[in-house]
C-alpha cells in the first residue's frame, strides 16, 4: 500500500486546509486511515482517524469541533477538512493506514505511512 499526502500550505490564523491522502496498491487491506502531525522537537501525535466498518470517527481534543476528517471511498482517498487554524497547528501532517479496524490514536499501529505535508499557520 502506497499514500500520497497533498493539500498542505501556508495559512494565516483562523483560515483553512484541506489535506489529502490517497492510497493505491493493496487497498482492500486498509481498514482505517488516521493522520497524525509531528512538530519539531516534539513527539508524532493522533489528529484524527476513521475506521471504516464503523464509520466511527474520532478527534484529537485539541482539533475537535475545528476538524473534519471523511472518507471518499470510490477514490480511496482520506480527507481532512481543517477550520478555524491556530499557529499551534503548524507541523507536517502525515496520513496513515491501518489493516485493522481499531482507528488507533497511537501511531505505532498503523501500518503503511504516506511521505507527510507542511501546514504553516501564521499568526
Known amino acids: 500500500v502506497q499514500l500520497q499526502a497533498s493539500g498542505g500550505g501556508l495559512v494565516q490564523a483562523g483560515g483553512s486546509l484541506r489535506l489529502s491522502c490517497t492510497a493505491s496498491?493493496?487497498?482492500?487491506?486498509?481498514?482505517?486511515m488516521g493522520w497524525f502531525r509531528q512538530s519539531p522537537g516534539k513527539e508524532r501525535e493522533f489528529v484524527a482517524a476513521?475506521?471504516?466498518?464503523?464509520?466511527?470517527?474520532s478527534y484529537a481534543d485539541s482539533v475537535k469541533g475545528r476538524f473534519n476528517i471523511s472518507r471518499v471511498s470510490a477514490k480511496n482517498t482520506v480527507n481532512l477538512q481543517m477550520d478555524s487554524l491556530k499557529p499551534e497547528d503548524t507541523a507536517v501532517y502525515y496520513c496513515?493506514?491501518?489493516?485493522?479496524?481499531?482507528?488507533?490514536?497511537?501511531?505505532?499501529?498503523?501500518?503503511?505511512w504516506g511521505q507527510g505535508t507542511l501546514v504553516t499557520v501564521s499568526s
Open positions: 496513515a493506514a491501518d489493516r485493522t479496524f481499531r482507528a488507533s490514536t497511537d501511531w505505532k499501529e498503523y501500518d503503511y
Open positions: 496498491g493493496r487497498t482492500f487491506s486498509i481498514n482505517a
Open positions: 476513521k475506521a471504516w466498518l464503523s464509520g466511527m470517527s
